[in-house]
């Protein structure tokens, strides 16, 4: 019998049964890159009506066609959906689905082959970021790194309500990034134990940019 998985405090998986249906078509190789793109715009739809469960409801006065009621709607300003970039443009689309009115900030981070840091190279966000809930979308939470510096970067633009959503964690990767920022939940599809020499997920799904915009090597 598998061994039951330890959980991780701040760390939610939605174990919807179509968000595992959905994880399950992501990792298989054979899912081509217009199916791998439909499939992971779907399934970030479902994580963040979840991450978002907590949003604030307030009654305002509307006439159906039959009579005058008070009926719950979003209160305050819109969230602000964070992809970064480039995989999580693939989760965003997803997510602008449920909530039209956000705002969506773009923020670019590569890696530098020499020292591993994460290095900006992009960066556009609303003035008013600090008093707006902000979500934080990016398929693969590997290493945890750049997760950790997206984050450093929002709280640096001022955001102070972050949640991040990503569709796969490596326990690795998710124990640095609730150590580093204890204040940010993450809600995932899936919980995979470990990442090879490479810093891929095992078993993982691929890289999840290069499959969603089919630049797949070889
Ligand atoms: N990024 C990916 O796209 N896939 C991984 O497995 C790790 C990081």
């Known amino acids: 019998m598998a061994e039951p998985e330890i959980p991780i405090a701040g760390l939610t998986i939605v174990a919807h049964p179509l968000v595992q249906h959905r994880l399950t078509r992501l990792r298989d ?7 791998f793109r439909s499939e992971l715009r779907a399934v970030a739809s479902l ?10 409801l307030a009654p305002i006065s509307i006439d159906t066609p039959v009579a005058p009621m008070d009926a719950p709607a979003l209160a305050g300003a819109p969230p602000v959906l964070v992809p970064v970039l480039r995989a999580g443009l693939a989760m965003a689309d997803g997510l602008l689905d449920l909530l039209p009115e956000a705002a969506v900030a773009h923020l670019g981070l590569y890696r530098d ?6 290095i900006e190279y992009y960066f556009k966000a609303p003035a008013d970021i600090a ?8 398929p693969m939470l590997a290493t945890g790194n750049s997760a950790i510096a997206a984050l450093d970067r929002l709280k640096a633009a001022g955001a102070r309500d972050l949640r991040f959503v990503c ?16 204040d940010v939940p993450i809600w995932t599809a899936g919980l995979d134990a470990t990442l090879n020499a490479n810093s891929y997920i095992v078993p993982g799904l691929g890289d999840a940019g290069d499959r969603a915009f089919g630049t797949e090597h070889g």
């Open 29 to 35: 190789r054979r899912t081509p890159p217009a199916h």
């Open 47 to 56: 994580l963040g009506a979840a991450a978002l469960a907590d949003l604030p």
């Open 113 to 118: 082959p020499v020292t591993l840091a994460a």
């Open 131 to 138: 008093s707006r809930p902000v979500v934080m979308v990016d």
């Open 167 to 182: 569709l796969l964690a490596a326990r690795p990767g998710a124990v640095a990034v609730r150590a580093a920022h204890p």
